[in-house]
């Protein structure tokens, strides 16, 4: 397992144990300003998550089709970055 992979991993677990004590705090009436600052610290976590993702895959499975002579398959593997990134509509 890539050390970026380990990362976005961590983060995942990060984000999941932050989203259960946010709800814990909604639930008992915490006030919302600290709720607010634990969820912006998820969607720290998350963003880098995917960050991470984003490296590997485009270090491995996209610099892999981009090589092959498949243009269908390079033609799709950019259609889904696209997709990820939202620059597709």
Not at 4 to 33: H, R
Not at 57 to 76: D, G, P, Y
Request: overall charge positive.
């Amino acid at each position: 397992m890539t050390d970026k992979k380990k990362t976005a991993i961590v983060n995942f677990k990060k984000a999941q144990s932050l989203l259960a004590k946010i709800i814990k705090m909604k639930e008992e009436g915490k006030y919302c300003i600290d709720i607010m600052q634990q969820n912006l610290a998820v969607i720290g976590l998350l963003k880098s998550a995917n960050q991470k993702m984003m490296e590997n895959h485009l270090q491995t499975c996209f610099k892999t089709a981009m090589a092959s002579k498949n243009t269908a398959r390079q033609k799709k593997m950019i259609e889904e970055i696209q997709q990820v990134t939202k620059f597709n509509k």
